[in-house]
């Protein structure tokens, strides 16, 4: 299956910084990836779909202005978490949806990306 | 919108006996694809077994196997002779013929005794 890639795996930010976080597509051509958010001992939550070349759509209830996504290439979505709050320490985890040779159209997730903001 | 309800928070299950975890799903799609996926401790998200909606052939890959009931809606998966290794959080899941994201259910804490 394809490989996803995260970067940082775990970060720790001062409240009111900004933090970027990196999603990878090793080996596929990622037109359009997803980002979820996992509190402690809950499901994922999709946050946003990320398209490639366009804006990203955001889930009803998530703040665009705070969470920022950028799909510029093929290969790379990030997240920018924006004036960041202890209330958004979560895991954040990616994953590349739809890639080639998939013919059940799941999703490949990347190895996630925990945040605490102090 | 599609919501999918796994109704057992946790599970336990003795070493190489059979466990059988529950999801159930809402939708008015005719087609879909279901999904389990096991998240263990890492927290990277392994897909475990998938099937598509309109194949009423249950899914089955070595000792995990799906009881798909399309009229129920109902999406249960058995694990038999279970390992320690099969310890984790499964997580069913839902997406839509007609877009790309992915649904999921609540979890369920599977524990295994040696």
């Known amino acids: 299956g394809a490989v996803v890639s995260q970067h940082p795996s775990w970060v720790i930010c001062k409240s009111g910084t900004s933090v970027k976080i990196e999603c990878r597509s090793l080996?596929?051509?990622?037109?359009?990836m997803f980002w979820y958010r996992q509190f402690p001992k809950q499901s994922l939550m999709l946050m946003a779909t990320s398209n490639e070349g366009s804006k990203a759509t955001y889930e009803q209830g998530v703040e665009k202005d705070k969470f920022l996504i950028n799909h510029a290439s093929l290969t790379l979505s990030t997240l920018t978490v924006t004036s960041a709050h202890p209330e958004d320490s979560s895991f954040y985890i990616c994953s590349e949806g739809n890639p080639s040779g998939s013919s059940y159209n799941e999703q490949f997730f990347g190895p996630g990306t925990r945040l605490t903001v102090l | 919108a599609q919501t999918v309800t796994q109704s057992q928070p946790e599970m336990s299950v003795q070493e190489a006996e059979t466990v059988t975890l529950s999801c159930t799903y809402d939708t008015s799609e005719s087609d879909y694809y279901l999904f389990w996926y096991k998240q263990p401790p890492s927290r990277q998200m392994i897909l475990v077994i998938r099937?598509?909606?309109?194949?009423?052939q249950n899914a089955t890959e070595n000792r995990f196997s799906v009881n798909f009931q399309k009229a129920a809606k109902s999406f249960s998966l058995k694990i038999s002779d279970s390992q320690l290794g099969d310890a984790a959080m499964y997580f069913c899941?839902?997406?839509?013929?007609?877009?790309?994201?992915?649904?999921f259910g609540a979890g369920t804490r599977l524990t295994v005794k040696p």
């Open positions: 899941a839902y997406r839509s013929i007609l877009s790309n994201d992915m649904r």
């Open positions: 080996d596929f051509q990622a037109t359009t």
């Open positions: 099937q598509e909606a309109y194949k009423q």
